[in-house]
């Protein structure tokens, strides 16, 4: 437990969050009322019933339940009010900057055009930033379980949508029977737009996914990452070429990608001297 004094610090420090999922900070009561308001079907009618959707025994199970969820938002206005809602909770938080990840596959799949998401974002963001002077930015994270053929369409939306708060590209889905490599070429094409790059890796996969997205993706960011702990090399690696790992230890103990917080491998990384910044996910989930 925090002790009053660190738990006022840790409030009171300016705060960065660089690993948030916008579908994983929606509230419950906002899935309930945008579900009703566009009459999409969820399993649950109340808000007792969509809470208890929110909690889920693993990875999978998480999955499921947040792309189930994430289809009650439809409209630009859905994604404004929702980048608005999160924005305003990390300005409570004294955080000051922030990326945020949306999945286009998510969407696209659904029918809805990027640019109603991306547009919204930045509708919300916009007004948070004018209201508490907190700057929010926006980054495409793509379903890896997709492949590269649909990520070009999905890439060339994100340089078209730079002038709206778009800053990267990741990849995120499905860790495993997806690797990096296939999506060297995309990786290779986001940086020459100019679009920062990371890669989901080494969260429910083990170092030789880290490996792949540090080498063949030329990633500097890593989101997770905890499971380089498993190859020295690959610490020594990441050290020496200031690698950093945004590193969601809740959400690595909830999905049961780290066995306990006992277990969770950030303190003996941090003690090796790699890089790491401290996230939350999908907090509303987690
Ligand atoms: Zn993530």
């Not at 200031?242 to 950030?266: R, Y």
Request: aromatic fraction near 10%; hydrophobic fraction near 45%.
């Amino acid at each position: 437990m925090l002790t009053p004094a660190l738990d006022a610090f840790i409030r009171r420090m300016p705060k960065v969050e660089l690993h948030l999922h916008l579908e994983g900070a929606i509230t419950p009561r906002t899935v309930l009322e945008l579900a009703q308001k566009n009459d999409i079907e969820i399993p649950a009618s109340d808000l007792a019933g969509v809470e208890r959707l929110f909690h889920y025994r693993d990875f999978g199970e998480f999955l499921t339940v947040f792309m189930a969820l994430a289809r009650a938002i439809v409209t630009r206005d859905d994604f404004a009010r929702l980048a608005y809602e999160i924005g305003l909770s990390l300005a409570a938080q004294n955080v000051r900057y922030a990326e945020v990840m949306f999945s286009p596959m998510q969407h696209l799949l659904r029918g809805i055009p990027l640019g109603d998401v991306v547009g919204g974002m930045a509708d919300g963001f916009g007004r948070v930033h004018d209201e508490t002077g907190i700057v929010l930015r926006t980054v495409f994270d793509y379903g890896r379980q997709y492949g590269p053929a649909l990520a070009w369409y999905v890439l060339e939306v994100a340089r078209e949508s730079m002038g709206q708060g778009v800053v990267g590209f990741s990849i995120g889905g499905n860790e495993i029977g997806y690797p990096p490599e296939p999506f060297a070429e995309i990786y290779s094409a986001a940086r020459q737009m100019g679009l920062g790059v990371m890669a989901h890796a080494g969260e429910v996969v083990g170092a030789a996914s880290v490996w792949g997205a540090v080498d063949a993706l030329g990633c500097a960011r890593i989101g997770h990452g905890i499971r380089s702990v498993e190859d020295p090399l690959l610490i020594d690696h990441l050290i020496a070429h200031q690698v950093t790992l945004d590193v969601c230890p809740t959400s690595n103990v909830l999905t049961g990608a780290a066995a306990s917080w006992q277990e969770h491998p950030m303190r003996y990384l941090y003690d090796a001297g790699v890089a790491l910044t401290l996230n939350t996910d999908d907090p509303t989930f987690f």
